[in-house]
């Protein structure tokens, strides 16, 4: 079975790259030239593998089309990804979803979001009413809503 591994283009610093989401994820790397730079890693980031390519002076940014979705434990985790990928030039969208200082998108979700999506329909759409008004997803706020409060 061939094994598939996202390519990121990185525009600048390979290991600028590789510091920023370490100071978050767990994060691996190898790929180191014998001079010490990179023109390649891959790097393996909670698990998943990535290939970080430092691109050539082409302008070429990442859009939403494609986004990672970070399943979190509790509110103090979704707070932690977001405050630290929001930090520094990253930006705030609406319903969980923000891009870091790179451009990449990402949605915080927590998993008690995952779990009422699993519930009753009605319940299911007053908290969907609720997320469309949040950036950051609030679970009290989504499970007040939910719960008809």
Request: hydrophobic letters at 40%; proline letters at 5%; glycine letters at 10%.
């Given at each position: 079975?061939?094994?598939?591994?996202?390519?990121?283009?990185?525009?600048?610093?390979?290991?600028?790259?590789?510091?920023?989401?370490?100071?978050?994820?767990?994060?691996?790397?190898?790929g180191?030239?014998?001079?010490?730079?990179?023109?390649?890693?891959?790097?393996?980031?909670?698990?998943?593998?990535?290939?970080?390519?430092?691109?050539?002076?082409?302008?070429?940014?990442?859009?939403?089309?494609?986004?990672?979705?970070?399943?979190?434990?509790?509110?103090?985790?979704?707070?932690?990804?977001?405050?630290y990928?929001?930090?520094?030039?990253?930006?705030?969208?609406?319903?969980?979803?923000?891009?870091?200082?790179?451009?990449?998108?990402?949605?915080?979700?927590?998993?008690?979001?995952?779990?009422?999506?699993?519930?009753?329909?009605?319940?299911?759409?007053?908290?969907?009413?609720?997320?469309?008004?949040?950036?950051?997803?609030?679970i009290?706020g989504?499970?007040?809503?939910?719960?008809?409060?």
């Amino acid at each position: 079975m061939p094994t598939i591994t996202p390519c990121l283009w990185v525009v600048g610093d390979v290991d600028e790259v590789i510091s920023y989401y370490s100071g978050v994820f767990a994060v691996e790397a190898e790929g180191r030239m014998p001079d010490g730079s990179l023109m390649t890693a891959t790097v393996t980031i909670e698990g998943q593998r990535f290939m970080l390519l430092k691109g050539g002076p082409q302008p070429f940014t990442f859009s939403e089309a494609v986004s990672f979705y970070v399943s979190c434990e509790g509110q103090a985790e979704v707070d932690r990804y977001w405050d630290y990928l929001t930090a520094d030039g990253g930006e705030e969208s609406q319903c969980g979803w923000l891009k870091d200082r790179f451009g990449m998108s990402w949605q915080i979700v927590p998993r008690e979001f995952e779990a009422m999506m699993r519930g009753d329909p009605e319940k299911v759409q007053q908290m969907i009413q609720a997320m469309f008004q949040m950036k950051k997803l609030d679970i009290a706020g989504l499970q007040a809503a939910y719960n008809g409060a």
